[in-house]
């Protein structure tokens, strides 16, 4: 069964920071991989998607890469701002069984 | 807008009691989702219903029930027999690419 793991568990970092938050999974037959933001008591909001074909995607100030030989992914995020506190997620899709595999997430704390 | 609704937002249950979770999308997908979220944890599966009138159990589905008589909703009963109720429950749906899981904002339940 595909494990999804995050690390950290907790980021706090001064606000202009760059950062990267981390994401592994156990099996590369995946069909794509999300990066969620969760803020307190809310539902996900999807940032990015990378395809199982794609290296990498890019939004604003958030990079998202994928090496899946290395079952592994990166959120970086430039300039890290306030408004940038939030849970993140990352989730793996498996077509068979129509299944989401999540992580537990990193909470990220940027202080003013 | 396009969107998946859930509601009560909040919802007190007494011990013995049933309750039931409502969810309803108008994105016209075939796939819809409920997990359960405990604090400092991450999305765990009760279950599945990837068309109409069918409906499939996750990793935790003891103690819940579903039903899923149209494709814009899919009510999640957490029934007495769940000893631990207690927690943020979360419906999503995905188109039928399977590229993009859309959340909905959650519903707290807290047993009193």
């Known amino acids: 069964k595909q494990e999804v793991t995050q690390i950290p568990a907790a980021l706090s970092v001064p606000e202009g920071e760059n950062l990267v938050l981390n994401c592994s999974f156990t099996?590369?037959?995946?069909?794509?991989l999300q990066w969620f933001r969760q803020d307190p008591g809310k539902g996900l909001t999807s940032l990015l998607l990378?395809?199982?074909?794609?290296r990498e995607q890019t939004s604003g100030r958030l990079n998202a890469s994928l090496d899946k030989s290395s079952g592994r992914s990166t959120l970086y995020i430039a300039a890290s701002q306030p408004g940038d506190s939030a849970t993140y997620l990352c989730?793996?899709?498996?077509?068979?069984?129509?299944?989401?595999?999540f992580g537990t997430g990193t909470s990220l704390t940027v202080i003013p | 807008d396009g969107g998946i609704t859930q509601s009560p937002k909040y919802l007190f249950r007494k011990e013995g009691q049933n309750v039931t979770l409502s969810c309803e999308q108008n994105?016209?997908?075939?796939?819809m989702y409920w997990y359960r979220q405990d604090p400092g944890q991450g999305l765990r599966l009760i279950y599945y219903?990837?068309?109409?009138?069918?409906?499939q159990k996750g990793d935790i589905a003891e103690g819940y029930s579903v039903s899923r008589e149209k494709k814009e909703s899919f009510p999640l009963t957490v029934t007495s027999a769940q000893k631990n109720p207690t927690a943020f429950y979360l419906c999503?749906?995905?188109?039928?690419?399977?590229?993009?899981?859309?959340f909905g904002e959650g519903s707290w339940l807290t047993v009193v």
């Open positions: 219903s990837q068309i109409v009138n069918d409906f």
């Open positions: 999503a749906s995905i188109e039928s690419s399977g590229n993009t899981i859309y």
């Open positions: 989730a793996v899709y498996e077509p068979a069984g129509n299944q989401f595999y």
């Open positions: 099996d590369s037959a995946i069909y794509n």
């Open positions: 994105l016209n997908h075939d796939a």
């Open positions: 990378i395809q199982s074909s794609q």
